[in-house]
């Protein structure tokens, strides 16, 4: 699997990925400084690190749902 990853990895990012980061970003508790410095290299950004940037703030998100909150925090032992 080595080999898609290094050829994916010089792939510009999607414009599925901005909308998805675009959307997290209001659901996610970083500083306003974050906020602009992710969206200020958004389109500088290759497909690989936008997946991980994805995936960090899924992780991050804050649930807008309280039912989903509270699992979350069941989960993380909060």
């Known amino acids: 699997m080595d ?3 290094d050829l994916l990895s ?3 990012i999607s414009l599925t990925q901005i909308a998805i980061i675009e959307g997290l970003l209001s659901r996610c508790p970083y500083p306003q400084d974050s906020i602009m410095q992710i969206e200020k290299g958004l389109l500088d950004m290759s497909e690989a690190q936008a997946s991980e940037l994805i995936f960090k703030m899924k992780q991050d998100e804050i649930p807008t749902d309280p039912r989903e909150q509270f699992k979350k925090m069941f989960r993380n032992g909060n």
Do not use: A, N, Y
Request: aromatic fraction near 16%; proline fraction near 17%; avoid cysteine.
């Open 3 to 5: 080999w898609i990853d």
């Open 10 to 12: 010089d792939e510009p």
